[in-house]
């Protein structure tokens, strides 16, 4: 599914709310500059204004009346045109995207956790995505229990519509990327996100210089 002609590196970042997944970015983003790498980051939905436009749309508290087949459908619109405007582009000149959540979060939250089914929510995520997938994808995996407190914990981000949902629909994100992770175990890396930041950034690390090695040698200044 990847395609590894192309001269970038696409790596994403999966989990449930409150996994860590924007510390985890920032300092990946570090260690890639610090070897030279260009590094661009982004976030689904949005990373550019058209994609942040329905982002707000989606995730509008007031907006509780939205068909769950809607907001697969916004999901995947808003992922098409980030791909080509941004993500596509900065792959074909060498870059590394590092992007906060791709394809899988549309398979784990609306196909499984709402229960529209991954194979359907997969077939528009298909006709948009049009073979772009990442290289590798970190899924921070944590107990719903323990996310949800921490983002309850942090008073600086910004309430969304999917914080209101109940603790069984969260768990059942986490099912769905279980799932995932065992369908497509040569690019989704588990990564145990109840640990200190120390072990799971050096365990991202690892796995990036083992998966990256030659790209790192050909591109790195
Ligand atoms: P965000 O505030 O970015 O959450 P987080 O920090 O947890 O990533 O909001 C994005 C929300 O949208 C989050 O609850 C996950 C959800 N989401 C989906 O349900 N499907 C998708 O395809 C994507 C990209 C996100």
Not at 124 to 149: C, K, Q, S, Y
Not at 162 to 183: I, K, M, P, T
């Amino acid at each position: 599914m990847t395609d590894r002609q192309r001269p970038g590196w696409f790596i994403t970042l999966e989990g449930g709310e409150g996994a860590g997944k924007t510390t985890a970015i920032q300092q990946l983003t570090e260690y890639l500059n610090t070897r030279g790498l260009d590094v661009v980051v982004t976030r689904e939905p949005g990373g550019i204004p058209i994609a942040e436009q329905i982002r707000h749309i989606i995730l509008d508290p007031s907006h509780t009346t939205m068909d769950a087949r809607t907001e697969a459908l916004l999901y995947a619109a808003a992922r098409r045109q980030h791909l080509v405007e941004k993500v596509i582009p900065a792959l074909e000149k060498g870059a590394v995207v590092l992007c906060d959540r791709f394809v899988d979060s549309s398979l784990a939250y609306q196909g499984h956790a709402r229960g529209l089914g991954m194979e359907a929510v997969w077939e528009i995520n298909r006709f948009a995505i049009h073979d772009t997938m990442p290289d590798v994808t970190f899924w921070l995996d944590i107990e719903p229990e323990i996310g949800l407190g921490r983002i309850a914990a942090n008073h600086t981000r910004e309430f969304n519509r999917l914080d209101q949902e109940q603790l069984a629909f969260h768990q059942a994100v986490r099912e769905g990327y279980v799932q995932l992770a065992e369908l497509h175990e040569e690019r989704i890396v588990r990564i145990d996100a109840n640990q200190s930041s120390e072990c799971i950034m050096s365990q991202m690390f690892d796995i990036l210089y083992e998966r990256t090695q030659d790209f790192m040698v050909r591109t790195c200044k």
